[in-house]
């Protein structure tokens, strides 16, 4: 978040611990608050004074950090100090100043970094518009006790917030209220394990700030349990906000920019590398050292790759951008291309496969007979929960309310409650009557259930549960699950203490009464979209916390191969090795806890997948963040939305192909750059060095190098714009730096030897082959060099025949095109002479197109070559 109005706040931040030293009711007073919350006018007071609930940072993302970003880049860098040499050579040192050779480099630097800067800019306005579409909400008392939900922006210092299960703390807190209470907040603090906070006030000055267990500190996410918190600060008073610079990291190269890192470097060594190479090769065999320093500082320009982060940048924004028009928000870019590379796809079942929308089936006893009794105490339970309700509990409710069981809650007052959390999977209720008659009333996973019930009721009659009735319990549920139903059990007791406050430990010796069974039919979208996948070499993996039954049920219906399961009780007797032996048969993960979804996916990423995982609850947060790519929904919990590379604004499965597609083009496209470049700065190093060796004369001079290449940067901006053929969208692409080594093997030495045709034919066949005919020379060259260039761009970007089996996009059509005619124009024509060379005359042109022809002929049979042996071509 970032906050975009100065505010009256100050930087000091808050002393937390002094706070952690008072009693609940010395904080309320200090912020002039209460357990009910803040009044609308007392909110507006406390935002003037203290601003918005937004966290500042050093970088601002302003049109001045773009237009920074888009000009500082290694290849940038090299052209400027290229550029200063060439101002002292060309105009401080001569008599005869020469400006032309220092202008366009600086136009070259000015047009790569113009491209990358308008593409980032149109990116972040495009992605801006959507992203101010994902708000995190919180929710707070407020006027009287309202419970409301606003967003965490919002919120002020003196806020009483209520906190549930994977709700991310809004600001710093003190707890007033806890139940149960987890906190996670290893970002801050590297625990691993969750932190249990209490509402006592302490001895602060004993511990350590992070240790204070009456504080909760913005950034950390609820795991379990409840509570309601006093907001002390927010924004940049924040423990977050202080600590944002020590905090902030970059985050792991993933393959794909390890790539582009890798490329990079060949590129810049090779320049380093062969152009004092060039320079000794044409002083020693001319003679003339400034002339052999001007050229081989031209020759640096013409190997700097300049266009390598427009080209990489520019298609990873047009990618996102595409993606945006799906209502799709991509939130780190490189996770396009780790889209194009996932081949598994792991997804939570409920609200990805499933429509998300609960109805209540089936109440019944333990011989699945109706039963409303069961019902009944299911909508206690439902209702007096003080955590935000869940579509189960909403079902329960709605259903109960049709029965018009409301007439019971006035019978009723809630003592106390054990939250849901993903460990147990159950929560109670602790209820009074008007007589003061107590009861414990909790739902929850069936195994669990059964766990903690030591009596069964069966026709009205309450029997110890030993192996014949849990067998009749087990056989209702499981004609049920497998019909297709999501299952819970309720259960009470009524021996219960007097007690303000209870724990997991009253959680014993329940009576199991009933079960409740639910259906989630699944989406629409979900079998297309999985055959989708399937026919792109993506497989569909589900790792669910619901039971076996319901699971198997959904994939059959949704085409997911339920010839294998394994349940979470599986996974903890499986080491690491036996468990990545399982993840390449089996496709369904039934029963499984947050840490085994993780576990899945990291055995999956051992045996060398890509993995895409998409989930939207707070069991999720885990394999979110594990996963190579991580998917969620604007509706999820905080922490999943958070956590997620990719946020979908709709839940539609089509849109995951999509991204796939989105994804493999992206790639595609940079790759044909990359290629490009490496196989054609190989070439030209060769070449120009076979040239300087045998020709009295430069083959070509500084200012020609830099027409040449200012001319092809043109021809390239179409490049990201370009679409791939549909055979390069079946399968995941993944990058390969040895393929590229090969590429620029295969393709630059058949560069070089119709650059050695071409200076043959200039030399022998149009006879320039003296000194006062190098100006011609040069002109042949150069119009062979900048059409050549331009046809291995449509060569290299299709393993088919170019312009009869796959035609470029329109954009690089026209680029390409109007850059050839440019070239064409300036080589024949009079404009030849402002570029210090000779008009070639007409009869030259056969054989430059009999050159051309013959070169994309030679590499369309090296291309077949080149395929047949390695099996792909970009």
């Not at 309310?401 to 993903?422: M, S």
């Not at 806890?593 to 997948?609: L, N, S």
């Not at 024509?829 to 022809?853: C, E, G, K, V």
Request: charged content about 20%; aromatic content about 8%; proline content about 3%.
């Amino acid at each position: 978040m970032r906050r975009t109005r100065k505010t009256k706040r100050s930087t000091a931040g808050v002393d937390l611990a002094r706070f952690a030293a008072m009693d609940s009711r010395e904080v309320l007073d200090f912020y002039k608050t209460c357990s009910d919350g803040l009044t609308s006018e007392e909110v507006e007071a406390a935002r003037e004074a203290h601003g918005s609930n937004v966290i500042t940072d050093d970088y601002k993302d302003t049109v001045w950090s773009r237009l920074f970003d888009a000009l500082i880049n290694p290849f940038n860098i090299i052209l400027l100090v290229i550029a200063i040499i060439t101002f002292v050579t060309d105009i401080l040192l001569p008599a005869e100043k020469d400006y032309l050779t220092f202008i366009i480099i600086l136009l070259l630097v000015l047009v790569s970094s113009l491209i990358s800067f308008i593409q980032a800019q149109s990116s972040s306005q495009a992605i801006d518009k959507l992203t101010r579409q994902i708000t995190n909400t919180c929710h707070v008392y407020r006027d009287g006790g309202k419970l409301v939900e606003i967003p965490q922006s919002e919120l002020v210092p003196g806020d009483i917030v209520h906190l549930g299960a994977g709700d991310m703390l809004p600001g710093d807190v003190r707890f007033i209220r806890t139940k149960d209470a987890f906190i996670g907040q290893s970002a801050l603090t590297g625990e691993s394990t969750p932190v249990e906070k209490f509402s006592h006030d302490l001895q602060a000055d004993s511990y350590g700030l992070t240790d204070l267990d009456n504080i909760g500190f913005m950034g950390s996410n609820m795991i379990s349990g409840a509570a309601r918190a006093v907001t002390l600060a927010t924004g940049d008073d924040t423990y977050l906000g202080r600590m944002a610079k020590s905090l902030t990291g970059d985050r792991a190269k993933n393959s794909f920019e390890r790539g582009i890192e890798d490329i990079s470097h060949l590129l810049i060594k090779m320049m380093l590398v062969m152009v004092p190479i060039i320079f000794l090769i044409n002083f020693l065999g001319k003679g003339d050292w400034f002339s052999s320093l001007v050229f081989a500082v031209s020759i640096a320009v013409g190997l700097t790759p300049e266009m390598l982060p427009v080209i990489t940048n520019t298609t990873l924004a047009v990618g996102a951008q595409n993606m945006a028009k799906q209502k799709v928000i991509v939130r780190n870019a490189s996770a396009i291309q780790s889209f194009g590379e996932m081949d598994v796809l792991c997804t939570d079942k409920t609200g990805t496969l499933t429509e998300d929308k609960i109805v209540l089936e089936k109440y019944i006893d333990l011989y699945g007979k109706d039963d409303t009794r069961v019902l009944r105490h299911a909508y206690l339970n439902a209702y007096f929960q003080t955590g935000m309700k869940n579509l189960i509990d909403v079902a329960i409710i709605h259903r109960s309310e049709t029965y018009e069981l409301q007439e019971l809650l006035d019978k009723y007052k809630a003592v106390d409650e054990v939250p849901f959390d993903f460990t147990r999977r159950r929560m109670s209720v602790v209820l009074e009557d008007h007589t003061g008659k107590r009861q414990l009333i909790t739902k929850g996973a069936v195994e669990e259930m059964i766990s903690i019930s030591s009596f069964i009721e069966l026709d009205g009659q309450v029997y110890p549960l030993d192996e014949e009735k849990i067998a009749i319990a087990r056989n209702t549920y499981e004609k049920f699950n497998h019909a297709g139903l999501r299952m819970i059990a309720v259960a009470q007791k009524n021996d219960i203490p007097d007690s303000l406050h209870f724990s997991v430990d009253d959680e014993s010796d329940m009576v199991l009464i009933g079960f409740m069974g639910f259906l989630d039919p699944p989406k629409k979208s979900a079998t297309p979209a999985i055959e989708a996948l399937v026919d792109h070499e993506v497989r569909t993996v589900v790792l669910t916390g619901d039971s076996e039954g319901v699971a198997i049920k959904v994939c059959n219906e949704v085409g997911i191969d339920t010839s294998e399961v394994l349940l979470g009780v599986d996974l903890e007797k499986m080491d690491d090795e036996e468990l990545g032996r399982k993840v390449e048969t089996c496709s369904l993960f039934a029963k499984l806890d947050p840490q085994q979804k993780e576990r899945v996916i990291q055995a999956f990423q051992a045996k060398g997948h890509t993995v895409g995982f998409l989930g939207d609850g707070i069991n999720d947060a885990l394999a979110l963040r594990q996963a190579d790519v991580g998917i969620s929904v604007d509706s999820a919990v905080d922490i999943a939305k958070e956590t997620a590379d990719i946020v979908l604004l709709e839940k539609d499965l089509m849109v995951l192909e999509r991204g796939v597609l989105e994804g493999r083009k992206t790639f595609g496209n940079i790759m044909k750059y990359m290629k490009m470049a490496t196989s054609g700065n190989f070439g030209n190093i060769i070449s120009v060095m076979v040239a300087s060796i045998f020709l009295p004369f430069l083959p070509m001079k500084p200012v020609h190098l830099l027409t040449q290449n200012l001319l092809n940067d043109f021809a390239q901006m179409g490049m990201p714009f370009d679409g791939v053929d549909q055979e390069y969208l079946k399968e995941p692409k993944s990058w390969n730096l040895q393929g590229i080594r090969h590429f620029m093997r295969w393709l630059g030495p058949v560069s070089t030897v119709f650059d050695i045709l071409c200076y043959l034919i200039l030399w022998f066949v149009m006879g320039f082959n003296s000194i006062g005919q190098a100006a011609a020379f040069q002109a042949g060259w150069f119009i062979f060099g900048t059409l050549s260039q331009i046809a291995i761009i449509h060569m290299i970007r299709t393993g088919k025949v170019p312009f009869v089996e796959s035609m470029s996009s329109t954009r690089l059509t026209l680029s390409t095109l109007l850059i050839s005619v440019i070239a064409v124009v300036i080589s024949f024509s009079d404009f030849a002479m402002a570029f210090d060379m000779l008009p070639l005359p007409l009869r030259f042109a056969p054989w430059l197109i009999l050159l051309l022809l013959a070169y994309m002929l030679t590499v369309q049979m090296v291309k077949r070559i080149y395929i047949k042996r390695y099996g792909e071509w970009i």
